[in-house]
């Protein structure tokens, strides 16, 4: 369900890798040379250096913010994300060269390259993220840290904001870029946005057909794709449930005890055939749950079968329920 975040997962990782691995020496043309597009008007630099990571690690963090941030293209569609990702990387690109600037002004540092990649606007991603993803406590550390479900993604933003020494500029200029776009401001969104026809390509040639109908928006499609397969598993049951129901019926409603607990109903039998068995050897009768025995009824099984199934099964609700499930 999103083409555009699987292109961007997928093939800068590979050239990235390709040109580390194989290609070293053409690692010069993917290089964010700010000195060379200031002086030499090298224009195709900034298209190239700001597009391919060409430090693995950055590829690999780079690629899982990617990959977590594709619930943005499942909530806006992909024209949308796609025209966020424009307006970014324009932006991103100015405002890098105004912190460049600055720094140089103020501090008295000349910056002549910066990290290369696609990383300004994945870090204006983290401005959506942060202002519309709910936030999902998931478990505590030491009882007082709470971990949630954007934990890992500030981990690996955090990650990699550290990982080279001028990348604060492009982290600094993303979050800008991402507010700017987010906010409206200056009707950014309106100039700096994928034409209709681009999207209809892209949408021929990268769109997955699928069958399956859509439910939910962004960040709930998971959550509610997993309350689907659970209602599925209880609409299962529950017909699991009416076709033994079935059964009984036409077996005159009993349930063969003996395919269900044989050495229950024959350790019986053979007491009687070779001895009476004694008081002190009779183990006194499991106490069974009265709520139990309802939910087992309320499932549609009789309070005899369910009295029976919870004694053989020792009071365990679930051994219980897939013995009476299954014969």
């Given at each position: 369900?999103?083409?555009?975040?699987?292109?961007?997962?997928?093939?800068?990782?590979?050239?990235?890798?390709?040109?580390?691995?194989?290609?070293?020496?053409?690692?010069?043309?993917?290089?964010?040379?700010?000195?060379?597009?200031?002086?030499?008007?090298?224009?195709?630099?900034?298209?190239?250096?700001?597009?391919?990571?060409?430090?693995?690690?950055d590829t690999f963090c780079s690629s899982l913010l990617i990959y977590n941030f594709r619930i943005f293209e499942r909530r806006y569609g992909s024209r949308k994300f796609s025209s966020f990702l424009l307006g970014a990387w324009m932006l991103s690109a100015l405002f890098d060269h105004l912190l460049v600037e600055i720094t140089q002004y103020i501090f008295g540092i000349t910056i002549n390259s910066l990290p290369s990649g696609f990383l300004g606007p994945v870090f204006a991603l983290f401005v959506p993220f942060y202002s519309s993803i709910p936030r999902v406590q998931v478990t505590q550390v030491l009882g007082h840290f709470s971990i949630t479900n954007k934990t890992l993604v500030y981990i690996l933003g955090l990650q990699l904001l550290t990982s080279?020494?001028?990348?604060?500029?492009?982290?600094?200029?993303?979050?800008?870029?991402?507010?700017?776009?987010?906010?409206?401001?200056?009707?950014?969104h309106r100039i700096l946005c994928v034409p209709s026809w681009v999207a209809k390509i892209f949408s021929w040639t990268l769109a997955e057909p699928t069958n399956e109908v859509r439910v939910g928006m962004g960040a709930t499609v998971d959550i509610q794709r997993q309350q689907r397969m659970e209602l599925l598993d209880r609409q299962i049951m529950m017909s699991q449930v009416a076709q033994m129901r079935r059964q009984r019926q036409q077996q005159g409603g009993m349930i063969n005890w003996n395919r269900l607990f044989p050495p229950l109903r024959h350790r019986h039998n053979a007491n009687y055939q070779d001895h009476r068995p004694s008081e002190q050897d009779t183990p006194p009768p499991t106490e069974v749950s009265e709520e139990q025995v309802a939910r087992l009824m309320e499932m549609g099984f009789s309070r005899g079968d369910a009295l029976e199934a919870l004694r053989a099964s020792n009071n365990d609700l679930n051994v219980a329920t897939n013995f009476l499930l299954q014969h």
């Amino acid at each position: 369900k999103a083409p555009l975040s699987k292109s961007l997962l997928l093939v800068p990782s590979a050239i990235s890798i390709l040109l580390t691995l194989l290609f070293q020496h053409y690692q010069k043309f993917f290089a964010y040379n700010l000195q060379a597009i200031k002086e030499d008007f090298q224009i195709w630099r900034l298209v190239c250096g700001r597009a391919i990571c060409l430090d693995l690690k950055d590829t690999f963090c780079s690629s899982l913010l990617i990959y977590n941030f594709r619930i943005f293209e499942r909530r806006y569609g992909s024209r949308k994300f796609s025209s966020f990702l424009l307006g970014a990387w324009m932006l991103s690109a100015l405002f890098d060269h105004l912190l460049v600037e600055i720094t140089q002004y103020i501090f008295g540092i000349t910056i002549n390259s910066l990290p290369s990649g696609f990383l300004g606007p994945v870090f204006a991603l983290f401005v959506p993220f942060y202002s519309s993803i709910p936030r999902v406590q998931v478990t505590q550390v030491l009882g007082h840290f709470s971990i949630t479900n954007k934990t890992l993604v500030y981990i690996l933003g955090l990650q990699l904001l550290t990982s080279g020494s001028y990348i604060w500029i492009l982290a600094l200029s993303g979050l800008v870029s991402g507010i700017c776009y987010n906010s409206n401001i200056l009707k950014v969104h309106r100039i700096l946005c994928v034409p209709s026809w681009v999207a209809k390509i892209f949408s021929w040639t990268l769109a997955e057909p699928t069958n399956e109908v859509r439910v939910g928006m962004g960040a709930t499609v998971d959550i509610q794709r997993q309350q689907r397969m659970e209602l599925l598993d209880r609409q299962i049951m529950m017909s699991q449930v009416a076709q033994m129901r079935r059964q009984r019926q036409q077996q005159g409603g009993m349930i063969n005890w003996n395919r269900l607990f044989p050495p229950l109903r024959h350790r019986h039998n053979a007491n009687y055939q070779d001895h009476r068995p004694s008081e002190q050897d009779t183990p006194p009768p499991t106490e069974v749950s009265e709520e139990q025995v309802a939910r087992l009824m309320e499932m549609g099984f009789s309070r005899g079968d369910a009295l029976e199934a919870l004694r053989a099964s020792n009071n365990d609700l679930n051994v219980a329920t897939n013995f009476l499930l299954q014969h």
